[in-house]
DNA sequence: CCAGCAATACCTACCAGTAGGTATTTTTTT
DNA sequence: AAAAAAATACCTACTGGTAGGTATTGCTGG
């Protein structure tokens, strides 16, 4: 087996080096570039071709979601693994609506990167398991932690996810066939028992605590 | 010179590995224990005592800050390097007042990393210059991409930021010495130009781009 | 079985944010 | 110096979120 030409894409330094440092361990890869924004990045893979990106969905400017579309458009024999911070499901159905061969969550282990590159240069493709999303998002050890330390209940965690997606008290009450008196008083709830005042604090809160 | 005990505290397995790899480099370093969330670092920080510890501030559960603040208090002997995503000037200033020794930005270079550990195991303190913190923030390339891909202005991001933050449309009109009726008009137009309906929409613009 | 909690729902009130239009001053660009 | 863009400011109106209190139903654990 030869060596396989990898590209590296995300805006920390520090995340670059860090899979730089686990992927140079592999000796059948070659990382010919790393590129800190999308617009580094589409100018590395035209000249490289690499067999693989590894790519941050987080990047500044044009953003992840936008290469990929655009790699996998220009570039069919370049396969992607995508990078990101958080396990939102509708996400990892996007990602895989658009043909990326794999989605790893940054806080994944060395040895789980490496797996997910050797079975996506095999051909093959590396997707979390479903139940490991749903673990993670809704019935783990730590979200009933989470759950009592903030007093909160799954309906409301539930009601803080909508709110963070945009959704109006009237939207959310018509998803969930519910009154919009009902959803006020959640929203009332979860506001009082989190000590917050508006839609700012709760989406901080959301995204400190990884419920986005 | 003999060897610094040093811990690292971060939330991303693969940042752990490169500041790792990065700084075993280094031969006056020993790199003692790697924490994935506070509650764990003030665990490590208790049984080693560390010289420094290289600390994200991005870590859910008990937040950086707060492991920052426990650190200074309990561990007089410990210097403490934060990491960080982004770069708000209240945010060093907060962290400056809580004595941190070091302050830098993640997608700094190895060898700023290196420069600031160097300073600060000396006897030193390492925070980014002023102006820098400026054009990073305000002046950089990408920044004026970004605002005339949105056609906003720079007080309308400050605007944004701030809304970000929680604070209400008197808060920001109180802290700019302006009009509340400035601010309104400010916020209407930022949610008509990135045709938006509420401050959820905001905030995820925001997070997509690296407002925050 | 009963207590306690979660989820549902209503009424009222108030305030903050959204939305339209307009206008002046200051700053930047040409 | 003139034109364009940004920042400031006001008036009005409406909607949606925040906030108080209360009540009913159903489920669950002691």
Redesign the pocket.
Known sequence: MKCSKVVLADDHQFLLEGILSILKEEPDLEIVATALNGIELMDVVAKQKPQLVILDLNMPGYDGLQCLQKIKADFTETKVLVLTNYIQPELVEEVRKMKAEGYLIKNSSAAELKEAVKTILAGGVSYPASDELKSISDDSYFFDEFLKKY?L????VQIIRMVCQEK???QIAAE?F?????I??????I??KLE????AG?MNFARENQLL
């Open positions: 007093q209940t799954k309906r409301e109006s008290t009237k969930l519910l009154s919009e008196l009902t006020n008083t959640h929203r009332r709830n506001l009082r917050l005042n508006n839609v709760l």
